[in-house]
C-alpha cells in the first residue's frame, strides 16, 4: 500500500516544533528549519493560523505569485491521513498521529455505544437535525486525545497558550473578531503561543465548487488581513497552514447498488472520499469483487490488516479505540468520485481522498516586518 503522507514532514511534525519552542515534550520528530527560524529569532509571540480547506494546490490557482502568501509559502507539506478537519486539526493541536487521538474523519463508529457518529456534533450519522447523544459526547471525553498545545502550556504555567475557535467557549464573532484578538493578544507581555482556526475557504467551497469567484475573493480576503496584521506586529512569527485542500467531486449512491448495500453490516464511516466499510462475515468475499467491479476505476480498497501494516494514520501508540473504528475495508478516492450512504451530505467540493489537491497543504512562514532578533530572550 502506498502512502503518499510523509510523517516526518506532516502537520503533526510542525505541532511538535511548536511544542519543543514552547518547552513541552513531543513524540514525533520536529522540523529542523521550522526549530531553526524559532530558535534563531526567540519570538514573543508565535501564531498559527489555520484556514480550513486551503490547500497548497488551490492556493496556486487563487493567488498571482506576487501574493503575499505565495511569497512567504516556504513549502509545501502533506497533511495527515484522511485529509480531513477532524482528523488534522486535532494533529496540529496536539502534535499527534490520527492513530494516537483516535480522531479519524467527520463520522466514526462508537463500538462502546454502537452507533455511528458526526464526531464533531457528537451526533448520529443519520440524525439530520444532529442531536447531541451524552453517550458520544462521554465516548469521545473517554477515549479520544484533544488535550490543546496551548492548553498544555497554561498547564506548565511558563508562558501563556490561546486557541481562537467561531465556536464553543469565548469564541470570536466573525473574522474581523478573530483578527482583532490575534492582535491583542500579541501587543500583551510575555511570550505566548496563539492558534486560530478559521472555517473559510471550506465552508464555501464545499457550498459551491472549489474553483469559483467566491473562492478566490475570500483567499484574496485571507492574503490582504494577514498581511494588514503582519505590519501591525512586532517580535512575532506567523505562521500560516491548512488542514486539507479540495477537490470538486461527483457523487455516488450506495442505494443505487443494492448488491454492495446487502453486504453493509452498519452504515459506512470517516469519509465519502476515504469510505469505512463494516460487512457481514459472510458478505466479505463477494464485497470485494462487486465494489471493484462498480468502483475500482475511482478507488483503491484495502482491508484493514493492509491499513494497520501500512501505517496510513501515522505511527506512534495507538489509542484503544483505533482498531474498533476502522472496520473491514477502506476505499481511498483516487478520482473525481465520493461515495454516501445515509446521512452523508451532499457537497459540490470534498476532500479526504488522495489526490495533490488534498493532500498537500502549505507551510507559510511570516516575520513580522519590524522583527528584530532577541539575543537575550
Not at 474523519?105 to 452507533?115: A, F, L, N, S, T
Not at 465494489?291 to 501515522?314: A, P, Q, R, T
Not at 478516492?333 to 451530505?345: F, M, N, P, Q, V
Amino acid at each position: 500500500m502506498l502512502v503518499k503522507n510523509n510523517y516526518n514532514e506532516c502537520l503533526t511534525n510542525f505541532a511538535c516544533s511548536i511544542r519543543k519552542y514552547f518547552g513541552l515534550t513531543y513524540k514525533h520528530s520536529t522540523l529542523d528549519y521550522i526549530d531553526k527560524i524559532l530558535e534563531e529569532y526567540k519570538p514573543k509571540n508565535v501564531v498559527t493560523i489555520l484556514c480550513d480547506g486551503m490547500g497548497s494546490n488551490i492556493m496556486d490557482k487563487m493567488l498571482d505569485e506576487d501574493s503575499f502568501l505565495i511569497k512567504n509559502r516556504i513549502k509545501a507539506i502533506t497533511t495527515v491521513f484522511p485529509a480531513t478537519t477532524v482528523a488534522a486539526t486535532t494533529s496540529v493541536t496536539t502534535g499527534l498521529n490520527p492513530c494516537e487521538t483516535a480522531m479519524l474523519g467527520w463520522h466514526m463508529y462508537y463500538k462502546d455505544i454502537d452507533k455511528t457518529i458526526t464526531v464533531f456534533r457528537n451526533s448520529a450519522k443519520e440524525d439530520s437535525d444532529y442531536k447531541p447523544l451524552k453517550e458520544a459526547i462521554d465516548y469521545n471525553q473517554k477515549h479520544m486525545i484533544r488535550k490543546t498545545i496551548s492548553a498544555e502550556i497554561n498547564e506548565h504555567g511558563k508562558y501563556k497558550g490561546y486557541d481562537l475557535f467561531p465556536f464553543g467557549n469565548n469564541c470570536y464573532h466573525g473574522i474581523n473578531d478573530m483578527f482583532n484578538r490575534i492582535k491583542s493578544l500579541c501587543h500583551e507581555k510575555g511570550k505566548k503561543y496563539i492558534y486560530a482556526y478559521n472555517t473559510e475557504p471550506d465552508y464555501t467551497m464545499h457550498e459551491v465548487g472549489c474553483d469559483k469567484e467566491e473562492v478566490k475573493s475570500i483567499i484574496l480576503d485571507l492574503n490582504k488581513r494577514i498581511e494588514d496584521l503582519s505590519n501591525e506586529l512586532n517580535d512575532t512569527i506567523i505562521f500560516v497552514v491548512a488542514d486539507h485542500g479540495h477537490h470538486n467531486v461527483n457523487n455516488l449512491f450506495i442505494k443505487d447498488y443494492p448488491d454492495i448495500e446487502e453486504c453493509l453490516l452498519r452504515n459506512t464511516s470517516l469519509e465519502p472520499r476515504a469510505v469505512n466499510f463494516f460487512i457481514k462475515p459472510d458478505k466479505k468475499d463477494i464485497f470485494v469483487k462487486l465494489f471493484n467491479k462498480y468502483f475500482g476505476v475511482d478507488f483503491d480498497l484495502y482491508s484493514m490488516n493492509d491499513v494497520i501494516e501500512s501505517k496510513l494514520f501515522g505511527d506512534g501508540e495507538e489509542n484503544e479505540v483505533f482498531r474498533d473504528a476502522l472496520g473491514d475495508y477502506l476505499a481511498i478516492a483516487k478520482t473525481d468520485k465520493t461515495l454516501l450512504y445515509t446521512g452523508s451530505e451532499i457537497l459540490k467540493s470534498q476532500h479526504a481522498g488522495y489526490t495533490d489537491d488534498e493532500i498537500f497543504v502549505p507551510l507559510i512562514v511570516i516575520k513580522t516586518k519590524n522583527f528584530k532578533k532577541n539575543i537575550n530572550n
